[in-house]
Structures are given as structure tokens and as C-alpha cells.
């Protein structure tokens, strides 16, 4: 099994519809991320958590909201889906060992989503 | 953070070297090097990082120069599943875990 998992893998909503993306792992590290990546581009941070109180904004956090309900779970919502948030979503974890974040981030798998 | 410059994409045969290069021109003394690669939408794999010292393990091996503009990451001996975006990466260490991606080289390998 995945270390990180994300679910659903692949959805297709409607405009105006609310849409939440799970991401649990296995690998007891305290901070979590969703990043968001589009055809052809890179991958932009949309929030990030360092434990469960913890939960900051990225570069792209508007229209989208997140919920860290344990260490291990981090979900991102889509209050009001629209076209241009049709992208493929990526849950990411990292450890920071000795209180040294060594900037490695584990990725699940991603979830594609297609707003109509 | 420091902006990257990599070249879109690059060939390389199977089993020859593949070397991916990386300006980082405007990087400052304490950001670091990352380098991570996405397969086909999966999600990225960190690969190496590293400060000013070259750095090798066992996927690659980082050259970065002695003044860090600039820095090479070498695949040895690349093989089909070597194919991916290769994304160059240069963020401070205290930047907890957040990392800027560019739009990386697309580096295929033939057989």
C-alpha cells in the first residue's frame, strides 16, 4: 500500500458543486501539503499544515479550503467548483527530522479533477 | 527563493549518462539544490540535494559549481524509465518543506 494516499483518483464535477479531496499517509510525519499542478506547468502550493493546529495559506489558496482532522489526514474542499480548478491535485508529506526540514515531500499518487 | 533555469527537454540513449543541467544564477548562501522528477502525473520523487559540496546516492549525483550559479544532475547509466520531468529546485532550508516547482526538463531516454 501507498504511503500517501489520495481519494477519489479521478472525479468529474459541476460547476458549483462542493468537492472535497482526502489525503492520508502511514509515514507519521507531522506536515502535510496539497499542491495543484496544470498541463504543461509546474506544481503551485494551495495550503500546507505543520501539525494538526498548524494550517497555512500557499500561493494559491483562493477558492479552496482544508481540514487537518488527525496527523495522519488532510483534506482539501472546493466550497463552489468552477472550470479553472479542473486540474490534477497533489497530497505531499515530509518529516522534519531533528527539527531540520531536509526538504524532501512524499507525493500520493494525485487526484485528478475535471470541473464542467 | 532563487529562480531556476532549465532547458525544456533533452534526449539521452539508454545506458549512456544522462547530465540535466540548472542555472540558479540569483542563489543565495543558504538555499540549497533539490532536484525532484514526476512520471508521467505521478507524483514527484525527490531524487538529491545538496548545499556546495557535490553530492552522490543512489539514484544520481549532484555537481553543483564552485560558485553555485549553476548545477548538474547525472543519471549514470539512464534507462526507458528514466524518462520524466526533471524539476531544479533552490529553496533555503528553513523554507519547511515548501518547494517551489518551475516547469522542469522533459528528458527522454531511447532505447
Known amino acids: 500500500d501507498a504511503d500517501v494516499t489520495q481519494t477519489p483518483r479521478n472525479r468529474i464535477t459541476k460547476t458549483g458543486k462542493r468537492i472535497m479531496l482526502e489525503c492520508s499517509q502511514t509515514?507519521?510525519?507531522?506536515?502535510m501539503y496539497w499542491y495543484r499542478q496544470d498541463p504543461g506547468l509546474g506544481l503551485r502550493l494551495i495550503y500546507y499544515?505543520?501539525?494538526?493546529?498548524?494550517?497555512n495559506k500557499g500561493e494559491i489558496s483562493d477558492g479552496y479550503s482544508v481540514s487537518r482532522q488527525a496527523q495522519a489526514k488532510f483534506s482539501l474542499s472546493l466550497e463552489s467548483a468552477i472550470p479553472n480548478q479542473t486540474a490534477l491535485y497533489f497530497c505531499?508529506?515530509?518529516?522534519?527530522?531533528?527539527?531540520?526540514?531536509?526538504?524532501?515531500?512524499?507525493f500520493g499518487e494525485g487526484s485528478r479533477l475535471t470541473v464542467l | 527563493d532563487a529562480k531556476t533555469t532549465q532547458p525544456p527537454s533533452m534526449d539521452c540513449a539508454e545506458g549512456r549518462a544522462a547530465n540535466l543541467p540548472c542555472n540558479h544564477s540569483?542563489?543565495?548562501?543558504?538555499?540549497?539544490v533539490y532536484w525532484y522528477r514526476q512520471i508521467h502525473s505521478q507524483g514527484p520523487q525527490y531524487i538529491i540535494h545538496?548545499?556546495?559540496n557535490n553530492e552522490t546516492n543512489e539514484m544520481a549525483s549532484l555537481i553543483i559549481t564552485e560558485d553555485r550559479k549553476s548545477s548538474t544532475l547525472i543519471l549514470p547509466h539512464a534507462t526507458l524509465r528514466d524518462t520524466a520531468v526533471y524539476y531544479c529546485?533552490?529553496?533555503?532550508?528553513?523554507?519547511?518543506?515548501?518547494?517551489?516547482f518551475g516547469q522542469g526538463t522533459i528528458l527522454t531516454v531511447h532505447p
Open positions: 505531499a508529506t515530509s518529516d522534519p527530522a531533528g527539527r531540520m526540514d531536509t526538504g524532501e515531500l512524499f
Open positions: 545538496g548545499l556546495k
Open positions: 509515514k507519521g510525519h507531522d506536515r
Open positions: 499544515s505543520f501539525d494538526v493546529k498548524d494550517i
Open positions: 529546485i533552490v529553496r533555503p532550508r528553513t523554507s519547511y518543506g515548501k518547494l517551489t
Open positions: 540569483t542563489i543565495s548562501g543558504n538555499e540549497y
